[in-house]
């Protein structure tokens, strides 16, 4: 069955980064996208960023310039998230997501808390 | 950027009960992309409508969608206790995808 897999919990320091896996499985890795959306306490969903796994092509939603960047390993069938620069204002849960073209999110990670504190 | 607003913020109704929740957006979305999720405190959203009206895979057809354009509509017709929870719609036409602020269904 297809699963997205994340890593743990991570709490970081106000201008670290953090990294987050997602790691896919029952499926064709390079035939869908994979999207980053995340979700701030008791708040809705902002959309981040967006990869082919097949091409490595990606884009970022504007209100990230330069901070994010998304990686995969097709030997894995891996998708990496990386923000750097964090501030209190990430904190946030966040999920990788499956998606393939005119079709909504189907398959969601079980999300990854990242706390940023001093 | 297409922004979603739903509506009620909140809907206190009893089991058994019909829900109806709105989604409107501020452009017309392209194609019909715009799907409805569920979301359960502590777990991710699970897909429940796409297109618009269409049953995502296993949903129970208690569970209806409708509209276009710019005004949606997730319908439940008779809400069983594993529905109250907090519903968004999105839509997917382009870059960026958005999200509604989400309606939470609450037990009266």
């Known amino acids: 069955q297809v699963q997205l897999v994340q890593s743990g919990a991570e709490v970081k320091k106000p201008g670290a980064s953090v990294k987050v896996s997602c790691k896919t499985s029952g499926y064709d890795f390079t035939s869908y996208y994979i999207h980053w959306v995340r979700q701030a306490p008791g708040q809705g969903f902002e959309w981040m960023a967006i990869i082919n796994p097949s091409s490595g092509d990606t884009t970022y939603a504007e209100k990230f310039p330069g901070r994010i960047t998304l990686t995969r390993d097709t030997s894995t069938s891996t998708v990496y998230m990386e923000l750097g620069s964090l501030r209190s204002e990430d904190s946030a849960v966040y999920y990788c997501v499956r998606k393939t073209t005119a079709r909504p999110f189907d398959y969601w990670g079980q999300g990854t808390l990242v706390t940023v504190s001093s | 950027e297409t922004v979603l607003t739903q509506s009620p913020g909140t809907l206190s109704l009893a089991p058994g009960e019909r829900a109806t929740l709105s989604c409107r957006a501020s452009q017309s979305v392209s194609s019909s992309y715009l799907a409805w999720y569920q979301q359960k405190a502590g777990q991710a959203p699970r897909l429940l409508m796409y297109?618009?009206?269409t049953r995502a895979t296993g949903i129970p057809d208690r569970f209806s969608g409708s509209g276009s354009g710019t005004d949606f509509t997730l319908t439940i017709s008779r809400l069983e206790p594993e529905d109250f929870a907090v519903y968004y719609c999105q839509q997917y036409g382009g870059i960026p995808w958005t999200f509604g602020q989400g309606t939470k269904v609450e037990i009266k």
């Open positions: 297109d618009a009206s």
